[in-house]
C-alpha cells in the first residue's frame, strides 16, 4: 500500500522555539494533504487542508501564522509551529490523498513537547 | 456541524471474545465511513471504508456496518486476540464538509486480556 512519511516522530524544544514537522508521499504523489492535532484520549481534530501549489485552508480557531504550512511539490508538505508555547504541545499527524484510489493515508505523527 | 461520537471510551475483554464497538453521526448525509487502528504514539491504520451506497464492509476477524438511517455504524471483531489490543477510531465524511476532509470520533481505546 501507499506509504506515508512523517518525521521528526518525537521533539522537545524550548518555549519561544520554532519546529518544523514534514509529512511526505513516499510512492505517490498527493495534490492535497492534511494536518491534524490530537491531544490525550482526545479524538484528531483537522487543522488544515494543504494544497500543493497554492495556500493552505485552515480551519476555524486555527491561527495560520502560528501553524505554518507549505506544499510546495506533490510529495511534501510542511508543518511549522512558530513560537511553540507549552499548550502546542500535542501529537501531530498529517495524511496523503491519494489521487488515484482517493484514499487518505496517514503518517506515524509527531510527538511535540514544549518545555 | 456534524458531530461522531463513540461509545464506549474503552472497553476490556478476555481473549477470544467476540465484540462490537459503536460510532453514531449526527449528519445522515455521508460519503462514507473509515475505522482506523491507532496504536499508542503511532498514526492511523485504516481497516475498513464503506462507501454511503453500502451497508458493510469484511475484511478477515472484522466486520463493519453502516445505517444512515439512524446515523450508526459498528465494528464486530470476531475471536479478538490480545494483538487486537489499540485504539479504534471511526471517521466520516458528510455531504457539509469536503468529501475528502474526515471527522473522527474520540475512539474506543480495547484492551484484549490474554
Known amino acids: 500500500g501507499a506509504v506515508v512519511s512523517q518525521h521528526p516522530s518525537w521533539v522537545i524544544c524550548k518555549s519561544g522555539t520554532s519546529v518544523k514537522i514534514e509529512c511526505r508521499s513516499l510512492?505517490?504523489?498527493?495534490?492535497?494533504m492534511f494536518w491534524y492535532r490530537q491531544f490525550p484520549k482526545q479524538s484528531l481534530m483537522l487543522m488544515a487542508t494543504?494544497?500543493?501549489?497554492?495556500?493552505?485552508?485552515?480551519e476555524q480557531g486555527v491561527e495560520k501564522d502560528k501553524f505554518l504550512i507549505n506544499h510546495a511539490s506533490l510529495t511534501l508538505s510542511t508543518l511549522t509551529v512558530t513560537s511553540a508555547h507549552p499548550e502546542d504541545s500535542s501529537f501531530y499527524i498529517c495524511?496523503?490523498?491519494?489521487?488515484?484510489?482517493?484514499?487518505?493515508?496517514f503518517g506515524s505523527g509527531t510527538q511535540l513537547s514544549v518545555l | 456541524k456534524q458531530e461522531v461520537t463513540q461509545i464506549p471510551a474503552a472497553l476490556s475483554v478476555p481473549e477470544g471474545e467476540n465484540l462490537v464497538l459503536n460510532c453514531s453521526f449526527t449528519?445522515?448525509?455521508?460519503?462514507?465511513l473509515q475505522w482506523f487502528r491507532q496504536d499508542p504514539g503511532k498514526g492511523l491504520t485504516s481497516l475498513l471504508l464503506?462507501?454511503?451506497?453500502?451497508r458493510e464492509q469484511t475484511s478477515g476477524r472484522l466486520n463493519a456496518s453502516l445505517d444512515k438511517s439512524s446515523g450508526r455504524s459498528t465494528l464486530y471483531i470476531a475471536a479478538s486476540q490480545p494483538g487486537d489490543s489499540a485504539t479504534y477510531l471511526c471517521?466520516?465524511?458528510?455531504?457539509?464538509?469536503?468529501?475528502?476532509?474526515?471527522?473522527f470520533g474520540s475512539g474506543t481505546q480495547l484492551t484484549v486480556l490474554p
Open positions: 471517521a466520516g465524511s458528510f455531504s457539509s464538509g469536503s468529501a475528502r476532509q474526515l471527522t
Open positions: 495524511s496523503a490523498l491519494h489521487g488515484g484510489s482517493e484514499k487518505l493515508f
Open positions: 494543504s494544497n500543493e501549489g497554492s495556500k493552505a485552508t485552515y
Open positions: 449528519d445522515s448525509a455521508i460519503y462514507n
Open positions: 510512492d505517490f504523489q498527493a495534490t492535497t
Open positions: 464503506i462507501q454511503s451506497s453500502q
